[in-house]
């Protein structure tokens, strides 16, 4: 984990992911995406337990 702190290894990982995802987003067989009834819940600006309980209410919502 240190060596991501080195002088442009993080960017460069950075750019990696992205083109991985890019490629599995857009190859022509089994494209990775969303299924058709997944939730998704955009974590961005939420700590984790905000994001633990959205996911707990919404579970405990489908099971009413």
């Given at each position: 984990?240190?060596?991501?702190?080195?002088?442009?290894?993080?960017?460069?990982?950075?750019?990696?992911?992205?083109?991985?995802?890019e490629r599995d987003?857009?190859?022509p067989i089994a494209?990775?995406?969303?299924a058709a009834d997944a939730?998704?819940?955009?974590s961005t600006s939420m700590t984790v337990d905000e994001v633990v309980e959205r996911v707990l209410t919404m579970w405990?919502?489908?099971c009413r």
């Open positions: 984990l240190p060596a991501l702190f080195e002088p442009g290894l993080f960017a460069q990982v950075a750019r990696e992911v992205t083109a991985r995802d987003l857009n190859r494209p990775l995406k969303p939730v998704i819940i955009d405990a919502d489908l």
